[in-house]
Structure formats: structure tokens, C-alpha cells
């Protein structure tokens, strides 16, 4: 397995305010899946990707990624395995605002040492004709295909997505979706998408359904649709 | 990865250029004020130094009633002390100025020309160069002295009369009336032979100690150089000789000696007076440089914080992504760093330029006899001016960064989502406008806080500045005010009779030393009822009262202990200050005449001072000096002639840099409240109700921030002041007239709604999309 999560928990707060929002989360994928994790919202599936990714300290458990323990790592070992393994796709797309559509996806080429290649990359992306723009010059879509270049330009093996077409119209949100796919066949990077989007589970591999902070279901999809097919989105 | 992020450097520069240039024009002007009055002050005391040891200026001189006999001299050689005689006469040159004369030195006090040569054949001259520029006298013109004409040969100085003063009495340097001239000795013994001096010639020796004596054992020596009564025939001192029973004034021993003065170079108010005058300009450019790089520091740190937490949500990213806290800490030092670094070297550049240290040195060299200095470049100053500002913001962003990149990257990440906690305030119902401007206040309270504190900051810069022109006014008017003689003689031979009209006192000059500097003090016996002084003495030899110049200069009060000394004769005297007179013309302690005679062990009716409301006629044989209402008058309204520069640059520089630090801390509160300002504009605001909402409710934060700032940051420069001139025996009067605050309070209101349209023109360009866009 190239991602295993197990007994993993976390908390906030204290007293009257105290709030569990793992309660001992345990979770698998394969390198090279696509898997979506769903849930309402608090469910805690923002707080286990942010645990995958280095963000967030958590209470107990552990997290494996490719063999290598993530839990009780500093800070600096946190950052060199962001550095080495991941790339982070967000609602929003944080873009640096003076930096060029191209400029902001080499801050992370720089990262790594053995990239992709850029010009490769805004060709998949369709970002070649937009590479001299400015992040306010681009519509939604376009912004987070670029944050999605940025992500992968240093060729991580994980991908985390946190509610990656949140803000898109359904339309953008699907090309997004092709994008993500396409990204998975050709690179082999291992995705993982959080979202309440229910049509999205349909496209992946592995889907994942946290509520109150467990498991609810976990299940393989057997009968992958292609992500230009999804309706509903 | 840097080389990426470096081309965001640039485009932030491009983006927020007006803030990067007040803030580089800041740099600037601080450290071109700073550099260029310490490198003249540094130019001003090292070539005072150096043209000391070049021209071997004196270690002291001493003064005889008669020449020194053969085996006299032979005594003082035997020493090992080089002794070199410095006789001089004074002439009346054609426009009444005095010009005094002595044949050319070989060994002690050389002189330098600055133009031209020494004397080198008869009927050559060399003048003193302040006085040639005030007579507009240059080489190769003729000048009449003592019936013959003079060709100058050369125009130069003299360290022994760095600072020309006609007499050791005087309080002010008036060069078109006095000068210096040397001939050659052939010249000299000709002039002397024909005898039209103004009086008689002065027996001058000048002496280097060479370590084999010290001044009070040469002193000692001199002071057995006898002389017989008779020899003399000053016939002022033969009537004192009589009367008296043999006893001189004070200053002298009880035996006849030749001695009539001795005067190391430290006691010498004509040597070295231009490096003590520009001790006050450096402490004041360092402590002002001082401050302006916190100043700076803190401004660059409210730009750095705010742009970090408006890109928090970038950085978070970024560093989800792996990028490290050490690489966005260089990456954000990086402009503040290279722009202070520029500005401060261009600052340096400038301060040492022709329109810095040589312009800040004009006031000198149009007072002081000194050489043309070859600017001094002191690598200190330059680590100060070009290293210090970089060096100061690159700590201050490492410290501030360093805090904010230090959050967990989710906290970056959500700072747009989090809840802000806000204190609850009921506010009565008092209308929308003032709710919301109240609300405002309490939401952006640590905003208001940095703009307090960068007021402040400005303030005590501008602070240096009024206070220097405060102490200088101050000394003017009170000098002049606190003055209620005409004249004050001082006797060498007293007359039996105090002469009519004139109030009868006895002083002796004693020394006390504060932070370093060992000033002049008058003790003063006085009648209890004389006219001219306040000061209700009473009988004891161990009370004293003070002049008020004298309790703000040593910070005496009264009931504190007060130690003077007499370092002629190894002598110090405690008294008790027993109260403060208001009296800021000069350094006194007041006591009771005749307890003062006591204290001397004088006789009951000796005095050595006279004041008087009127000229009165005493011969001027037997006068030490006479003072005037008017010289004290000059001398006042030179000093802050002196200071004036000085006063007027750093009030000019000071209040830019006011208008400009506040300038940019408002931008920085109109810049956080972007977003809430697009809402409004949203929401159908119109501008006159956004300026009413946003920018009026500053002129309170302003307006506080004045009448908080202006009493605390004078409060805290009256403390440093006393440091900053020690070296001037002057009472410290800072009192600022309440029109003065009132002023400056009024000046910074002003100044704020000056800038208030170029902050508007700020919150118009607000797009109303602005908050959607932060939120995308």
C-alpha cells in the first residue's frame, strides 16, 4: 500500500468545547489510485487530508506514506515530506498575485529535482496561451489549472486535492475533473480528492465515506466512469 | 526557486512604488543628516587633532610681569620642557580693528598657511584668515600696522587661536575686530622699537612639558621666579603693592613673583574651541541616527506584517507545498534589506558629498580659525550609513517574519476564515457614523497602536530639533533678560573705594564637573540687597544659592550637597544649596559677601568685581576685563547663530520625516480596510460617507496620538538632552511655551488633513470587486 492511515484521531478544543473529529480513522490506497473521500461537512475529511498532508498535527494513530511514518515528525521533517511527496490542490487557489501564470508554477519546479517538464505541462493543462497572464487575468477554471500545474510540476507522488472544484461552475469543475484523471493515467500520481460532490465518487477507484469522524464506507469502484462522462457535477 | 520569486520582488516594487520611495526618501534623509553632521563634527575634532600635532600646538603658557632673565631660562631648559616666547603687541590696524603681532614661532604653535607663505623677508605679513575674511584681505595686498606697510605673504592660523578671542574674558569671537598677524623677528623688534602699539608688549612664553613636568610643577617653578617690587612700574600695582601689604588678588601667590597668569591648553578657551563646539553635533547626529533607524526598522516592520498576513493565504499554500520557512523569510527580507541598503548608501553618499559634510562644516569654518580639513571618511560612519539601516531591518523582519511564518501553514492557509474575536462595547446610541467609526477603531485598535507608535517615533526626531531651538532661544532671551548690568569689571588691582555707582562683589572661578566635562562655576559673594541678582543671600560659609542655569545644568536642587573646586591651588569647597535664584545667564553660586571674604581669608572690605548700571570710570590698567549687557547679548545670539543650521535642518528633516511616517501608517490602516471599504462601495456607499466612515474616525486615532506623543516624547528628549550638550556650560531651559505644543499639535492635525486627499485618492481606487477577489 502506498498510503496506510491507521487508528487515527483527532481533537479540538477543551472542555464544553471539545469537539473529536477523527475518532480512529483507519484507510489504505494503492500507489497510482484516484480515490475520493466524501463526507458532510464536518465530517472530518478536510482534517484527515490536512493529517495526510503535514498540516495538522494529530493526536494519536499514524500515517504511512510509501513506508515512511508522517506522525511526530517536526516541522522540518514535515516540510521536507511535502517537499519530496506531495502536491496540494485547494479550494482556493492562492495564487501569487504578481507572479505569471508560468512563474508561479516554476516557484515549485524549483522543488524538485527531478521535475516535469514545464512546457509539457501547460500543454496538458491548456495554460501554454495563458502562460505570460497574471492570476487576474484568468477566469476560475484557468486559475486552478494552473494551481493544479503547480501542484504537479514537481512530480509528486501524492496529489492531495482539498474540494478542488468548489468554486468552479459545473462545466469548469469537469474539465478539472479530465484534468485530474489525465494527470493520474500519465504521470501514475496517486490522488486523493475531498469533496461533497457526490457525482465525483463515479470516477475514481477507491471511495471513502467518513461521517462523524469514522469510516462509513470504504469500497472499491469497480465500474470506473470516465470523468468526461460525470453528470450532475 | 528564489530567482522565480525575485521577479515578485520586483513587480511588488513596481506595485507599491510610492510607499517604497517615502520610505527610501526617509532612509535617505536620516542618514544624510546623520553622516554629514558626524562626518563634519569627525572631519572638525580629527583635523583639530592633527593640525595640533603638525603645528605643535602649546601644552600650556604662562604669562611675566618682566622677560625671564638668562638663568631663568637656563632652569626651565635644564628640565627638559621646551619653552618658546609668544610676545605679542596689539595695533590698531586703519579701520579700528586690533591686530596683534608676534615675530614668527619656530617651535610651539606654528602657524599654517592656507594661502600663500610664511614671512620670510622684512615688510612681509601673515594674517589670521577669519580676520582676512572678514576685511576681504587676500595675499599680495598692503596693510598699514604701527606706521609701516605690509605685504601679505600668507593667510592661514594658528592653533593657539583656533578660537580668536581678543581676551581670555570674552564670550564671543568677533573676527572683524580682531586678528592675528605674524612677522618676521627683524619686522617684530622694528615695530617694538617704534613704539605705536595700542599698550604694552605682553611677555607671552608658550611650553611643551614633554612629559618632564607636570603643569603644577612648573608652576611651582615659576612661581619662584622672583621679581622686586621696585622693577615693576605699573603704578596700579605699586598703590595695590602698598595698600595691600604685598598680597595680590587671589589668582597669585602672596610672594612677589613674575608670574602674572598660567594657562595649561585645556583652561585655554582660544585652543581647541572648534572640536568642542561640533562634540554637540555628533552626539546629536548619532543619538538621531539612533533613532531614526528604530524608526525605520519599525516602519519597515508594519509593511512587511501587513503584507504577510494579506498573502498569508499564498504562503500557506506555498509552504503546504513544500517550499521552506527560510527561503519566504529571505525572500521577504529581501526588499527591505536591498532598499534600506541603497537609500542608506546613497544617504552616506550624500552626506559626505559637497552639500553634506561640507556645508554642515560652514558654520565653523565661519567662526573658528581652523585649516581647510580634508573631509575625515571613518569607516564607523559608513558601517553606520550604509551597513546600520540594512542591518536593522533585516533583524527587525528576521524577529517579526520569523513570528508570523513561524503559524501552522492551515492557520496561513484559513486566515480569511477565521473568526475575528471582537470585544464587546456597548456604545450608547449615538448615530451610525460615530458607532461605526467607534466599532472601527476597537476592530483596528493594534493598527491605531502602530500608528501611535510610529508618531512617536517621528516625534522624538522632530523633538531633537525643537529642543536644540528652544535651548538656543532660551539662552538668547534669558541671557539677555536675566542681565540687570551694564557692565561688570574684574579687577587685577582693586581700587581702595569701590567706585561710585557700582554695586561691590568678589567671585572666584571654580570648576565642577557633570557627565564628563569639567565646567566653569562662579562663586560669587554678593550684598544680600544688591540690584542685580535675586538671590537673598544670607551669612554662612557653607550655604549657597544657585542660579537656575546652574541647578538645570548639574540637576541640583534645593538641600543637595554641592562640591567646587579650585584646581590652581588643589583646593575644593562644600556648600549646602540652599536655594535656586532665577538667574540663566551663566553658571554662579551665590553667597554672602562678607562670608565669602571670610572663606578666602580676605580682609573685610576686599572685593575684585564691580556691577554697575552705567559705564563707570575705572582706569583699564587696573581691570582684568569689563563684560557688557551688550557682549552678553553678542555672545547669546552667537551661539545660536552657531546652532542655527544645525536647528533649522533638523527641524526641516525631522517634519518630512513626520509627514511621511505618518503618511504611510494610515495608508497601512486604509490598506487592511480594503476589503470592508469594496463592501461598502458595494453596498451603494458613496465616497464623502466612506471618507466619513474610515478616514475621519483617524483624525481622532491622530489627534490622541499627538496630545499623547508630543508631552511623552518631550518628556523623554528633556531626559537625553542633558547628555547630548554636556559639553556646554550653559543652563538647560527646554520649557516649551504652550503655544509651542499648541502648535505642533495643531501642525500635525494639519498636516494629517493635508494628506487626507492622498489617502482618499487611495480609498477611491478601491475596486468594489476588491472583496470578492480576496475571497475568489
Redesign the interface.
Known amino acids: 500500500m502506498y498510503l496506510e492511515v491507521s487508528k487515527l484521531k483527532k481533537s479540538y478544543g477543551e472542555g464544553g468545547s471539545f469537539i473529536e473529529v477523527l475518532k480512529g480513522i483507519d484507510l489504505s490506497v494503492e500507489k497510482g489510485n484516484l480515490c475520493v473521500i466524501q463526507g458532510t461537512s464536518g465530517s472530518g475529511k478536510s482534517t484527515l487530508l490536512n493529517g495526510i498532508g503535514g498540516l495538522d498535527q494529530m493526536d494519536s494513530g499514524s500515517i504511512r506514506v510509501d513506508g515512511k511514518e508522517i506522525c511526530g515528525l517536526g516541522q522540518d521533517g514535515l516540510s521536507d515530506y511535502r517537499r519530496k511527496n506531495l502536491g496540494f490542490i485547494f479550494q482556493f487557489y492562492h495564487l501569487v498575485p504578481n507572479l505569471t501564470v508560468k512563474e508561479n508554477i516554476q516557484v515549485c519546479e524549483y522543488l524538485s529535482e527531478h521535475p516535469l517538464d514545464l512546457l509539457e505541462l501547460l500543454e496538458t493543462l491548456g495554460l501554454t496561451e495563458h502562460q505570460n497572464k497574471y492570476p487576474s487575468q484568468l477566469s476560475g477554471g484557468q486559475q486552478q489549472r494552473c494551481a493544479i500545474a503547480r501542484a504537479l510540476i514537481k512530480n509528486p507522488r501524492l496529489l492531495l486535492c482539498d474540494e478542488p472544484t468548489g468554486a468552479l461552475d459545473s462545466e469548469t469543475s469537469q474539465d478539472i475533473l479530465v484534468l485530474l484523471e489525465k494527470v493520474n493515467k500519465k504521470y501514475g500520481t496517486t490522488i486523493l480528492i475531498v469533496t461533497h460532490n457526490n457525482s465525483i465518487k463515479n470516477m475514481v477507484d477507491q471511495v471513502v465515506f467518513i461521517k462523524d469522524g469514522k469510516i462509513q464506507k470504504n469500497y472499491r469502484n469497480e465500474q470506473k466512469v470516465p470523468a468526461a462522462q460525470l453528470e450532475d457535477l | ?1 528564489q ?3 525575485g ?2 520582488i520586483l ?2 516594487f513596481k ?1 507599491n512604488l510610492p510607499r517604497y520611495l517615502a520610505l527610501g526618501v526617509m532612509v535617505v534623509l536620516g542618514m544624510y543628516i546623520v553622516i554629514s553632521l558626524v562626518a563634519a563634527a569627525d572631519t572638525i575634532i580629527m583635523g583639530s587633532a592633527d593640525a595640533a600635532k603638525a603645528q605643535s600646538v602649546e601644552d600650556g603658557q604662562f604669562s611675566l610681569f618682566v622677560p625671564m632673565i638668562g638663568m631663568e631660562r637656563q632652569k626651565l631648559e635644564e628640565t627638559g620642557i621646551i619653552v618658546e616666547e609668544h610676545f605679542y603687541m596689539d595695533y590698531e590696524a586703519e579701520d579700528g580693528s586690533v591686530l596683534r603681532v608676534s615675530a614668527i614661532r619656530q617651535k610651539i604653535d606654528r602657524a599654517r598657511a592656507d594661502a600663500g607663505r610664511l614671512p620670510e623677508r622684512n615688510g612681509e605679513i601673515f594674517l589670521e584668515k577669519r580676520y582676512c575674511e572678514e576685511h576681504g584681505i587676500f595675499t599680495g595686498d598692503e596693510i598699514w600696522i604701527g606706521g609701516h606697510f605690509f605685504t601679505v605673504c600668507g593667510i592661514g592660523t594658528s592653533p593657539d587661536y583656533d578660537t580668536p578671542y581678543q581676551n581670555l574674558s570674552d564670550s564671543a569671537v568677533d573676527s572683524s575686530q580682531f586678528g592675528t598677524a605674524f612677522v618676521n623677528s627683524p619686522d617684530y623688534e622694528l615695530l617694538k622699537e617704534e613704539g605705536c602699539s595700542m599698550k604694552s608688549e605682553e611677555y607671552v612664553y608658550a611650553f611643551l612639558l614633554n612629559n618632564k613636568l607636570t603643569d603644577k610643577e612648573l608652576k611651582e617653578l615659576l612661581q619662584d621666579f622672583a621679581l622686586s617690587a621696585n622693577d615693576l612700574d605699573n603704578e596700579y600695582f605699586q598703590e595695590y603693592w602698598e595698600r595691600t601689604g604685598g598680597r595680590l588678588d587671589d589668582n597669585f601667590d602672596t610672594s612677589l613673583s613674575k608670574l602674572t597668569q598660567f594657562l595649561t591648553a585645556n583652561n585655554n578657551i582660544r585652543i581647541g574651541g572648534a572640536a568642542d563646539d561640533v562634540v554637540i553635533n555628533k552626539a546629536t547626529g548619532l543619538f538621531a541616527g539612533v533613532l531614526l533607524i528604530i524608526l525605520i526598522s519599525y516602519v519597515i516592520s508594519v509593511f512587511v506584517v501587513h503584507t504577510i498576513e494579506r ?1 498569508s ?2 504562503i ?10 527560510t527561503e519566504l523569510l529571505l525572500h521577504y527580507m529581501f526588499l527591505p534589506v536591498m532598499l534600506t541598503l541603497v537609500a542608506g548608501t546613497i544617504g552616506t553618499l550624500l552626506g559626505y558629498s559637497s552639500f553634506g559634510v561640507k556645508m554642515q562644516m560652514q558654520d565653523v569654518y565661519h567662526y573658528f580659525s581652523i585649516p581647510d580639513f580634508p573631509v575625515a571618511y571613518k569607516l564607523y560612519l559608513f558601517v553606520y550609513g550604509i551597513v546600520m539601516p540594512p542591518a536593522a531591518a533585516a533583524f527587525t523582519n528576521l524577529l517579526v517574519i520569523h513570528g508570523k511564518l513561524k503559524k ?3 492557520a496561513l ?1 484559513r486566515r480569511g476564515q477565521k473568526n475575528v474575536r471582537t470585544r464587546k462595547v456597548n456604545i450608547p446610541n449615538i448615530g451610525f457614523v460615530r458607532t461605526f467609526q467607534i466599532r472601527h477603531f476597537f476592530r483596528e485598535k493594534r493598527t491605531a497602536a502602530t500608528v501611535f507608535f510610529g508618531m512617536f517615533l517621528a516625534l522624538l526626531v522632530c523633538m531633537i530639533g525643537l529642543n536644540c531651538y528652544v535651548l538656543c532661544e532660551h539662552i538668547r532671551t534669558d541671557s539677555v533678560a536675566d542681565t540687570r548690568y551694564e557692565y561688570m569689571y574684574t579687577y587685577k588691582y582693586p581700587q581702595e573705594t569701590v567706585p561710585e555707582g557700582g554695586e561691590e562683589a568678589c567671585g572666584i572661578m571654580l570648576k565642577k564637573e557633570v557627565l564628563g566635562y569639567n565646567l566653569d562655576v562662579t562663586l560669587l559673594g554678593i550684598h544680600p540687597d544688591n540690584p542685580y541678582f535675586d538671590a537673598s543671600v544670607e551669612r554662612g560659609q557653607s550655604h549657597v544659592l544657585i542660579s537656575s542655569a546652574m541647578a538645570s545644568k548639574y540637576g541640583l536642587e534645593t538641600g543637595d550637597a554641592l562640591v567646587l573646586n579650585d584646581e590652581e591651588n588643589d583646593k575644593s569647597y562644600a556648600f549646602t544649596v540652599d536655594g535656586i535664584v532665577p538667574y540663566f545667564a551663566g553658571m554662579f553660586a551665590f553667597m554672602e559677601i562678607g562670608s565669602m571674604r571670610e572663606l578666602l581669608g580676605e580682609k573685610e572690605d576686599y572685593y575684585n568685581m564691580v556691577f554697575a548700571d552705567h559705564a563707570l570710570e575705572i582706569d583699564s590698567g587696573r581691570l582684568y576685563a569689563t563684560s557688557s549687557k551688550a557682549a552678553v547679548e553678542k555672545s547669546a545670539a552667537v551661539f545660536v547663530e552657531k546652532m542655527w543650521s544645525l536647528i533649522i535642518m533638523m527641524v526641516i528633516v525631522s517634519a518630512l520625516i513626520f509627514v511621511v511616517v505618518m503618511y504611510l501608517m494610515l495608508k497601512v490602516m486604509v490598506d487592511r480596510c480594503a476589503a470592508s471599504i469594496s463592501m461598502m462601495k458595494i453596498f451603494g456607499y458613496r465616497k464623502k460617507e466612506i471618507r466619513k466612515l474610515y478616514l475621519d474616525g483617524n483624525l481622532v486615532i491622530v489627534a490622541v496620538s499627538a496630545a499623547v506623543g508630543i508631552p511623552v516624547s518631550k518628556a523623554l528628549m528633556d531626559a537625553a538632552y542633558p547628555y547630548m550638550v554636556s559639553n556646554v556650560a550653559v543652563g538647560l531651559n527646554l520649557t516649551f511655551d504652550w503655544r509651542m505644543y499648541a502648535g505642533l499639535f495643531v501642525s500635525i492635525l494639519i498636516l494629517y488633513l493635508i494628506s487626507t486627499p492622498l489617502l482618499m485618492r487611495k480609498v477611491n481606487r478601491i475596486p468594489p470587486a476588491e472583496v470578492l ?1 480576496n ?2
Request: aromatic share 4%; hydrophobic share 40%.
Open positions: 526557486m530567482k522565480i520569486l521577479k515578485r513587480r511588488d506595485d498573502e493565504e499564498v500557506g499554500t506555498l509552504y503546504a507545498l513544500g517550499v521552506k520557512r501552522p501553514v492551515l492557509i477577489k475571497r475568489e
